[in-house]
């Protein structure tokens, strides 16, 4: 890939990055900090490459913490994302909340 | 070797790539579903799938060898990350978050390392290999060492109150010059870099991580956790880039861009710009004035409040971080059971950060079966307080502070609060007179509306209900 092509793709998903996260309940704040938290485990695909080229005993060390980090990284990243937001559901919330949503475009509708 | 020659895939061939770009697409999806209630669990198993598509593709590249090695890491890894996050308690969530995040900007920061070794072995790095790699060295190695002090804060292993040394934002300015010329001096010299060079602009970044967040009042915590959360995501979206990756460039420049987001949110909440948040060393001065005077407050036990609330008509609870610290959601939860069935009128105040996260207390509180409707955003409820009868603040303390209103030169001026003091009468249950994480006394322990009820939540919450039962 060219340079010049992966700016462009970085600065597309920068705006992505902006325009997918705003207007964020506090509520899920937290919850959604730790998701985007473990989707930058995805780093660990990088320590999968770096240690195939590794040579000496220092590489390989190297790649293989790179690797023991970002796996944790991503496994407990959406572990506990998972945790935190299975608290969320409620016996009776869901309907519920179904119903504000409908609600609201409708109102603004009229 | 773990995998047969067959199944070798190039990095560069389109059918790599076209499955890259659908675990990114997933990553988008996931993290769009993220930010509503009701998707957001399904949001996180999408963005996983993502990942795990995303390291299958790669496993089968020919680039990738030390099969054995590999396959340690990501035992070992897993093995850490479930144990982890499976005895993780509800209360120490933040601090679980920070090391996650702390991971993986060492991640980060290792595998630049080891693309610098093996670029400058074969003799001259390229400008546009080896600017990302420094880039995510840096910035990784800051992520990880702030990640780590931001841990130890919130896990009471270092103190939580701002340390602030003499000259610190001047010595942290050279400190950061030091590096970028480091840096500057690697890139000229790139046609044979020299790693002595590039393991001091390593160690220097791990100093400054440390002296970066160890400023930083344990109460602005989840603020910096979000920023270095956004750090790390740049530095994999920079090895994406030094590697040719394209989904670790997507990936990365996502969580950094959605990253910076959340900061400024999170600290739009708290009232204060994020370079103030960054560099005041919030807190630091009050706890170094301790001309604190004796004055009185009024103390009752938990027979009197069962009465204040078993007779009131509206009552609101204020948890903070003393109840998520203290497990007693669920005894506030038998409390406030209790006082419906008397027909009291039951509501929650949730403060955008009471806790040590955004969002903190409605974790608990929905674990605790706490019906969603109870809990009101501080917008909300403060309109309401001067109808309340009784607000019980339970293990809260800066968020309620008037302070922040009244006085202007107080460190949190401008915060909002959740407006206990205009209720008609205020319980706070709290084991000490001790001031909160911001370091500074609270005013509304001394009003006259107030009376303290000094236990742990969880006891005083439990001794409450059982003494309303008998009303």
Redesign the interface.
């Known amino acids: 890939m060219s340079l010049i092509t992966e700016i462009t793709i970085f600065v597309l998903a920068a705006f992505v990055g902006f325009e997918v996260i705003s207007k964020v309940p506090t509520t899920l704040h937290t919850p959604l900090m730790s998701q985007t938290n473990a989707i930058h485990g995805i780093v660990m695909l990088g320590g999968l490459i770096v240690i195939g080229s590794a040579d000496d005993t220092l590489e390989k060390l190297i790649g293989t913490i790179a690797i023991v980090f970002g796996t944790i990284n991503i496994v407990g990243g959406f572990l506990v994302t998972d945790r935190m937001l299975g608290m969320f559901r409620g016996r009776d919330r869901k309907p519920k909340q179904v119903e504000e949503e409908t609600v609201t475009p409708g109102e603004a509708g009229q | 070797m773990i995998q047969a020659p067959t199944l070798a895939l190039s ?2 061939s389109d059918f790599v790539t076209a499955c890259y770009i659908v675990a ?1 697409s997933l ?2 999806l ?3 579903q ?5 998707t ?2 399904r ?3 999408i ?2 799938a993502g ?1 795990l598509l ?2 299958a593709i ?2 089968s ?1 020919d ?4 099969g054995a ?2 396959l ?3 035992l ?3 093995g ?3 144990i ?3 005895r ?1 308690q ?1 209360t120490q ?2 601090q ?2 920070a ?3 702390g ?2 900007g ?3 920061a ?2 630049s ?3 610098f ?2 670029a400058s ?1 074969a003799g001259s790095i390229p400008l ?1 290999i080896f600017v990302p790699i420094l880039f995510s060295t840096v910035v990784g190695s800051v992520s990880f060492w702030g990640s780590n002090v931001a841990f130890g804060k919130l896990q009471d292993i270092l103190p939580s109150r701002p340390i602030l040394l003499p000259f610190q934002h001047i010595f942290n300015g050279f400190l950061l010059a030091a590096i970028l010329a480091g840096c500057v001096v690697l890139g000229i010299d790139h046609d044979s870099p020299s790693e002595a060079l590039f393991i001091a602009v390593l160690i220097g970044a791990a100093v400054l991580g440390n002296l970066f967040v160890l400023p930083i009042g344990g109460a602005d915590m ?1 603020v910096v ?2 920023l270095l ?1 956004a750090f ?2 740049l ?3 920079a ?24 900061t400024i ?2 600290s739009r ?1 708290m009232n204060r710009s994020i370079g103030n948040l960054l560099f005041s060393g919030f807190g630091a001065v009050s706890a170094a004035a301790g001309e604190r005077e004796e004055r009185p407050v009024s103390s009752i036990g938990p027979e009197d409040a069962a009465i204040k609330l078993g007779y009131a008509d509206s009552v609101v609870f204020v948890p903070g971080y003393g109840m998520a610290v203290a497990q007693a959601q669920h005894a506030v939860k038998e409390l406030a059971d209790e006082l419906q069935k008397r027909g009291v009128e039951v509501n929650f105040a ?1 403060h ?1 950060v009471a806790g040590r ?4 207390m ?2 608990l509180l ?2 605790a ?1 706490v ?3 109870q ?1 009101k ?1 501080m917008e909300e409820i403060n309109p309401e307080m001067p109808r309340t009868d009784v607000a019980v603040v339970i293990g809260a303390n800066d968020v309620t502070n008037p302070a922040a209103k009244d006085d202007p030169d107080s460190p949190i001026a401008g915060m909002p609060i959740i407006e206990v003091d205009q209720a008609r009468e205020v319980i706070v249950i709290k084991r000490s007179l001790s001031p909160g994480f911001a370091g500074i006394d609270n005013d509304l322990f001394y009003k006259e509306n107030t009376s303290m009820l000094f236990s742990d939540a969880k006891g005083a919450a439990s001794d409450i209900a059982a003494q309303v039962e008998e009303l």
């Open positions: 990095q560069s990114f990553f988008i996931g993290i769009r993220g930010t509503h209630p009701r957001a669990r949001g996180n198993l963005a996983a990942m995303a390291i790669t496993l590249l680039v990738v060898g030390n090695l590999i340690i890491g990501i070992l890894g897993t850490v990350g479930v982890a996050s499976i993780v509800m969530m933040p679980m978050v090391l996650y995040n991971v993986g060492g991640a980060a290792l595998i390392w080891s693309e070794r093996h072995g546009d989840p956790i979000s959360n790390t995501g530095a994999a979206a090895a994406g880039f030094a590697l040719d990756n394209v989904v670790l460039i997507v990936a990365g420049t996502l969580v950094g861009s959605s990253g910076t987001i959340l949110e999170m909440a949730i955008p996260m955004p969002g903190h409605n974790v929905a674990e079966d019906p969603y409707e809990l955003e």
